[in-house]
């Protein structure tokens, strides 16, 4: 009984890590979201804005930075998932999208976003590109 809700927890956790991710990109006006962890390097979440690419303080100002660290491979698995990517393949390159909606200020935008599944040598890596409001 205790490893389900174990899972639950971690399930909803995940849910809102990757939803202050997404959140971050729109705030910093980004339209890119690069999400990259290697067992050398760590964990790199960056966000292409007006051409470049940086982190940003306000995600780690929002969610821990260790935090992150600990659970970005199930943060990646739910990027995967809403892609409708195979999330079990690890060696091949996969495409996919979603929508996401922001509700902001009293009213509702809907995003496309586009995500990309890239394998490295030591990991794996993300890139959502941020297409403009639907609705």
């Known amino acids: 009984m205790?490893?389900?809700?174990?899972i639950v927890f971690l399930s909803k956790d995940t849910v809102s890590y990757l939803n202050?991710?997404?959140k971050t990109g729109?705030?910093?006006r980004a339209s890119d979201i690069h999400v990259k962890f290697d067992l050398l390097e760590g964990m790199e979440i960056k966000y292409r804005v007006d051409g470049y690419l940086k982190e940003s303080q306000k995600l780690y100002e929002?969610?821990?930075?260790?935090v992150l660290e600990k659970n970005i491979t199930e943060i990646?698995?739910?990027?995967k998932i809403l892609a409708g990517m195979n999330v079990a393949e690890k060696r091949k390159p996969q495409d996919g999208s979603f929508?996401?909606?922001l509700n902001a200020k009293n009213t509702n935008k809907r995003y496309d976003i586009r995500a990309a599944y890239m394998?490295?040598?030591g990991g794996e890596t993300m890139v959502l590109r941020i297409f403009g409001k639907i609705i």
């Open 2 to 6: 205790l490893s389900i809700i174990k």
């Open 20 to 22: 202050e991710i997404v």
């Open 26 to 28: 729109f705030k910093e």
């Open 62 to 66: 929002a969610v821990n930075r260790k």
């Open 76 to 79: 990646i698995a739910r990027m």
């Open 99 to 101: 929508s996401f909606l």
């Open 119 to 121: 394998p490295t040598a």
